[in-house]
């Protein structure tokens, strides 16, 4: 049983734009948002999807409308795709909060603003995926459209990743971009019931549809 999944984050946002934290809020995409998500309909638009699914954002589903313009498939919004819900955090400027939240990413503990724990983020991203894939035909294509911080966290829950050295690498090649980028792919597959990446977030442009498991940094 093989089930490959292409995940797409969405395009720059006002809020994106402001550098303000965006979780569970929305902001409506940028000229540039719209530009970023022809860039991954550009990249994804000869792979035949057999179904998609977005984040129930607004942000999230028009992204995935414009990736999936040629394509004979609608994207169906689902809730547990949303961000993580960092609680009243949630809105401000990064660089009102940053010292709290660099604190609290470390521990991945919203809950007591309003917000995700790490366990509900662990039980959401786990409980999504596997879902889909169990729901899934052998062989299909799925595209996923949802967000930055989640799709770092998928990285770390479905693959056990050590997403901050991956992080320093990305910044040594561009300090300024960040690890996951507005429409950036990322490409996975549930194997016989074991999960493998093959192909880590990059910039539309760079995308190859990988087929074979990359290598990554493991947490220790």
Sequence with gaps: MNVTFYYVRHGQTM??????????????LTEKGIADA????????????????CSSSERCIDTAAIVLERHNVHAKPIKS?????????????????????????KTDDFGDLGGD???????????????????????????????????????????HMDT?????????IDPNQYAFPNCGIMK???????????ELPCE??????HNEPVEIPLRK
């Design 38 to 53: 022809h860039r991954a309909e550009l990249a994804l638009r000869r792979i035949p999807f057999d179904r998609a699914f």
């Design 15 to 28: 809020f994106n734009l402001q550098r303000r934290l965006q979780g569970m809020c929305d902001s409506p």
């Design 204 to 209: 539309p442009e760079r995308f190859t549809d």
């Design 81 to 105: 795709l949303k961000e993580v819900d960092f609680g009243s955090l949630d809105g401000y400027l990064i660089d009102e909060i940053r010292e709290e939240f660099e604190l609290r990413k």
């Design 164 to 172: 901050e050295r991956f992080i320093e690498e990305r910044r040594k």
């Design 188 to 198: 996975f597959r549930r194997k016989n019931g074991v999960w493998e990446i093959l």
């Design 117 to 159: 724990s790490s366990e509900s983020i662990y039980r959401r991203i786990s409980g999504t995926f596997n879902q889909i894939a169990d729901s899934a035909i052998d062989g299909e294509k799925i595209l996923i459209v949802s967000h930055g911080s989640f799709g770092m966290h998928t990285l770390e829950v479905l693959f």
